[in-house]
């Protein structure tokens, strides 16, 4: 068994029967696993439970600079955070 240790990854945290393990020259290598009985998933051995030990691992898909875009984009779009944004349309006649 296998499990999925990255937490970026879309499949964290489930462990899967391994059917086969690459370990290329100069490259991390990727696990083949069994999924729903006869599927075969291609996981890279980073994103596992096998990852060595001096491998450098990710904790969020956000780096400084996707978080300063993400500023930005907040700062040109203040309607969006608005606490209480006005309405949209008509009020129904039902209410």
């Not at 899967?16 to 020259?25: A, E, K, M, R």
């Not at 596992?48 to 969020?60: E, F, G, I, L």
Request: proline share 12%; charged share 20%; with cysteine.
């Amino acid at each position: 068994m296998i499990e999925v240790t990255d937490p970026t990854h879309p499949l964290f945290g489930r462990c899967f029967s391994v059917l086969s393990v690459s370990h290329p020259p100069q490259r991390p290598g990727h696990v083949v696993v069994a999924y729903r009985g006869s599927l075969r998933l291609r996981i890279p051995v980073l994103a596992t439970d096998r990852t060595p030990d001096n491998a450098v691992r990710s904790r969020t898909k956000f780096n400084r600079d996707t978080l300063l875009e993400l500023l930005a984009l907040l700062k040109e779009c203040p309607a969006l955070c608005a606490d209480h944004p006005e309405p949209s349309g008509t009020i129904s006649p039902m209410s």
